[in-house]
């Protein structure tokens, strides 16, 4: 069974800038770890991914370039840091977790096992 605990949502200005953190139990170091968000009333959609060994990465279009995901498997740790961020960015963001080796990086929810509980994200314009 794998346990994730996701932090460091907040309240932040548009501009500003916030780090997500993803802890995870287990043996950490062979899941793909995913970060997707769900704004009220949408569905949810993928935001970015880290194959297991941190050497692939992929983002959705709409955070390239401001969004950063890396993780530090001795910590057991994923993270989203997210910069320049906007009102639309506004969401409740979840960590994602597959130990299952399929794909080496996954966009698909349905590609990932095990969700946190997930952590508000809020961007006032």
């Known amino acids: 069974q794998v346990h994730l605990v996701e932090s460091g949502g907040g309240l932040v200005q548009a501009g500003g800038s916030l780090r997500l953190s993803c802890a995870a139990s287990g043996t950490y170091s062979r899941y793909l770890m995913g970060w997707f968000r769900q704004a009220p009333g949408e569905d949810r959609r993928f935001v970015a991914a880290i194959s297991r060994s941190g050497s692939d990465t992929t983002y959705t279009d709409a955070v390239k370039g401001r969004f950063t995901i890396s993780r530090d498997n001795a910590k057991m740790t994923v993270y989203l840091q997210m910069n320049s961020l906007k009102s639309e960015d506004t969401a409740v963001y979840y960590c994602?977790?597959?130990?299952?080796?399929?794909?080496?990086?996954?966009?698909?929810?349905?590609?990932?096992?095990?969700w946190g509980q997930g952590t508000q994200v809020t961007v006032s314009s």
């Open positions: 994602a977790a597959d130990s299952r080796f399929r794909v080496a990086v996954s966009r698909f929810s349905n590609d990932y096992e095990y």
